[in-house]
C-alpha cells in the first residue's frame, strides 16, 4: 500500500539556522502530498501540499518540491525561528479517496 | 473560524470501561476521521466516514467503533478500553471535492490514558 517514510528526529538548531527533513513515499498512482505541522498543545494543520510532479509548494517560508523521479518532497526553510518548534508530518493522498497516509513525524526544536 | 472540537483534552479511564470520544465540525463536511498518534509511529487512521450513517474501516479499526448519526458528528467508542489504547486521538474533517487535493481540518486532540 501507499507510505511515507521521512527522517526520523529529533532535529536541534540554531536560530537562522537550515532545515531540512527528508519524506520518501510510496504509492502505485500519483498522490498528492503533503507537510503537516503539529506545534506544541495544537492539532495537526497544514504546512504546503503539492498535487503533481514538479508543483512546488510554500508557506511562511517553507517549501517542498514534489520530485516523482526521485519520489520525494522534502521540505526546507532557509532561516529557521524559535517559533518553527513543532512536529513536522508528511503525509500523501492518494487520488482514489480522501484518506491520508501520514509519516512517522519529525520533532524539531530550533534555539535563541 | 472553521472549528473541529474534540469534546475532551484529556481523560483517563479503567481497562475495560467503554469510552466515548466525541468530535463535532462547523465546516458541513462531508468526511470525517479519527486517527490516533503515537511517538515514533505517526497518525494511524482508525475509521472514516464519507457521509451520515456511513462508516469505512482504516488501517487499524480492531478494538474500536464509530458512529455518524448526524452530518457535523463523528463519533469513536472504545467498547471495552485497554492499556494498550492509551494514545492521542485526533478527530479530522475534509470537504468533498477532488479527492486526493482536498485538505483535511483537524481538532487539538484529546489524549486518552487507561489504567
Known amino acids: 500500500g501507499d507510505s511515507v517514510t521521512q527522517m526520523e528526529g529529533p532535529v536541534t538548531l540554531s536560530e537562522e539556522a537550515f532545515l531540512t527533513i527528508n519524506c520518501t513515499y510510496t504509492?502505485?498512482?500519483?498522490?498528492?502530498l503533503f507537510w503537516y505541522v503539529q506545534y506544541p498543545g495544537e492539532g495537526l494543520q497544514l504546512l504546503l501540499k503539492?498535487?503533481?510532479?514538479?508543483d512546488k509548494g510554500s508557506n511562511k517560508g517553507f517549501e517542498a518540491t514534489y520530485r516523482k523521479e526521485t519520489t520525494s518532497f522534502h521540505l526546507e526553510k532557509g532561516s529557521v525561528q524559535v517559533s518553527d518548534s513543532a512536529v513536522y508530518f508528511c503525509a500523501l493522498s492518494d487520488r482514489s479517496d480522501y484518506k491520508l497516509s501520514f509519516g512517522a513525524g519529525t520533532t524539531v526544536t530550533v534555539r535563541a | 473560524d472553521v472549528k473541529v472540537t474534540q469534546s475532551s483534552r484529556y481523560l483517563v479511564k479503567r481497562t475495560g470501561e467503554k469510552v466515548f470520544l466525541e468530535c463535532v465540525q462547523d465546516m458541513d463536511h462531508e468526511n470525517m476521521f479519527w486517527y490516533r498518534q503515537d511517538p515514533g509511529l505517526g497518525l494511524r487512521l482508525i475509521y472514516f466516514s464519507y457521509d451520515v450513517k456511513m462508516k469505512e474501516k482504516g488501517d487499524i479499526p480492531e478494538g474500536y467503533s464509530v458512529s455518524r448519526e448526524k452530518k457535523e458528528r463523528f463519533s469513536l467508542i472504545l467498547e471495552s478500553a485497554s492499556t494498550n489504547q492509551t494514545s492521542m486521538y485526533l478527530c479530522?474533517?475534509?470537504?468533498?471535492?477532488?479527492?486526493?487535493?482536498?485538505?483535511?481540518?483537524f481538532g487539538a486532540g484529546s489524549r486518552l490514558t487507561v489504567l
Open positions: 479530522a474533517s475534509s470537504p468533498t471535492g477532488e479527492a486526493g487535493a482536498n485538505v483535511l481540518t
Open positions: 504509492a502505485t498512482g500519483y498522490p498528492s
Open positions: 503539492a498535487t503533481k510532479a514538479d
